[in-house]
């Protein structure tokens, strides 16, 4: 059972673009939520996060929305750029519970410069 | 501080073979955990420990064993290799003891059996 489903699974964007990355999750325990970029050939590394007392989270062109009702949350990348071509891995976890973070399926993008 | 190191980088392995994944992190974090990645199927939890002389099985934890007798090293166990365990292994750390903070990945371990 899949706790976090992700989409789109690919995506590819034209450099000045937005890139949008949408996840849905069906526990309503979960209160983290962040995300992941991986380059080829690297670990993934943590690159925003939020917590459900508040909305959207923003930092510099990356911006989480977070729908608590829709159970969904979002991230778009503003003015993409070549350099943003990675994977992205949404991921959800419980504060307090089985310590484990689950993440979804990831999606690749290609900016096109 | 070298962060999270894995070795070997690349390994090649028949099956029914044994062998262990090594993992490190001398950032002094109490927790660390073992995934795996595959293709269109993201990061799957194997195991992961809150500490020293702790650990829990996570998702897909069949066919692996794991042990953490010091805070520093979590080394992944296969007891018997199958073409199923064909995969990349990344090991992570928190500085803090949960999965609810920032997780520091290791560069991973490409694994091949035959």
């Known amino acids: 059972q899949q706790q976090v489903k992700q989409s789109p699974q690919s995506l590819i964007v034209q450099k000045g673009g937005i890139s949008i990355i949408n996840c849905a999750y069906e526990n309503t325990a979960f209160d983290y939520f962040p995300w992941y970029q991986q380059f080829p050939g690297k670990g993934p590394a943590l690159l925003i996060a939020?917590?459900?007392?508040?909305s959207e989270k923003k930092e510099g062109r990356f911006t989480i929305s977070f729908n608590k009702s829709a159970k969904q949350f979002s991230l778009h990348i503003m003015d993409s750029q070549p350099g943003d071509s990675a994977t992205y891995f949404c991921?959800?976890?419980?504060?307090?519970?089985?310590?484990?973070?689950?993440f979804g399926k990831g999606t690749k993008l290609t900016v096109n410069p | 501080n070298a962060g999270v190191t894995q070795t070997p980088k690349f390994q090649v392995l028949k099956t029914g073979q044994s062998m262990t994944l090594q993992c490190a992190q001398d950032?002094?974090?109490?927790?660390m955990s073992w995934y795996r990645q595959d293709p269109g199927m993201g990061l799957r939890l194997i195991h992961y420990s809150v500490g020293a002389g702790i650990t829990d099985q996570g998702e897909v934890p069949n066919g692996y064993n794991v042990s953490r007798s010091t805070t520093e090293d979590f080394p992944l166990r296969l007891l018997s290799a199958a073409p199923s365990q064909t995969s990349v292994y990344f090991c992570?750390?928190?500085?803090?003891?949960?999965?609810?903070?920032?997780?520091?990945f290791g560069p991973g371990t490409r694994l091949t059996v035959t």
């Open positions: 950032m002094n974090h109490e927790y």
């Open positions: 939020i917590r459900p007392d508040v």
């Open positions: 992570a750390s928190s500085p803090r003891g949960g999965a609810q903070y920032e997780q520091y």
């Open positions: 991921a959800a976890s419980i504060q307090g519970g089985s310590e484990k973070l689950v």
